[in-house]
């Protein structure tokens, strides 16, 4: 497991994500590996601390979280989530819905904002507008097929992906505190 990763914060994360989208249409596996990763890398742009600490690793759709499978097997099996397969024009889509409400304990209520501000700004795009959206930010840019994301990376983000203000003197991509 990655350096800092916490399981169970993870675990919290998606639980929550899949309840507050799960009347979205095009909110299905795709979508939700980009909210989770924008979640995170925003927040450590924002903070220079990790949300969950979970590793993505650069594949052909974008950023994949690398421990989603093993977490929502763990949702599913304490029955907090079901998945389902609904067709979406030529394609099946894997999708899910909450059986029960996520527990949140883990979560400060800065968190659970910033995490709604990500749901608002990406949670209306299906699944190619996500990924093509996500192709342009400069930490999946500068990653080669395969590897895992650097979240040292946000530093380098152009103004369409930057989520941070700087100060004029500071130089944006540098990750002292400015």
């Known amino acids: 497991m990655p350096k800092g990763f916490n399981i169970k914060k993870f675990e919290q994360i998606l639980h929550y994500i899949i309840s507050k989208c799960a009347d979205k249409p095009h909110v299905g596996k795709t979508v939700l590996y980009k909210l989770l990763y924008f ?21 052909t759709y974008g950023p994949a979280p690398c421990h989603f499978d093993d977490a929502i097997k763990k949702l599913k ?31 400060g209520a800065s968190e659970i904002k910033h995490i709604d501000a990500t749901i608002g700004k ?26 895992i994301i650097d979240y040292e990376l946000v530093f380098y983000r152009d103004d369409m992906f930057s989520v941070r203000e700087y100060d004029d003197d500071c130089i944006q991509g540098s990750s002292r505190v400015c």
């Open 122 to 147: 990406l949670s209306g795009m299906n699944a190619n507008q996500v990924v093509a959206h996500t192709h342009k930010d400069m930490p999946v840019k500068a990653t080669k097929e395969g590897c």
């Open 39 to 59: 979640s995170d890398f925003d927040f450590y742009e924002l903070n220079e601390s990790p949300l969950t600490g979970e590793s993505y690793r650069k594949i």
């Open 77 to 107: 099996e304490e029955e907090k989530i079901r998945e389902f397969h609904p067709k979406v024009g030529a394609h099946m889509q894997i999708k899910f819905l909450p059986i029960r409400e996520p527990e949140l304990d883990l979560l």
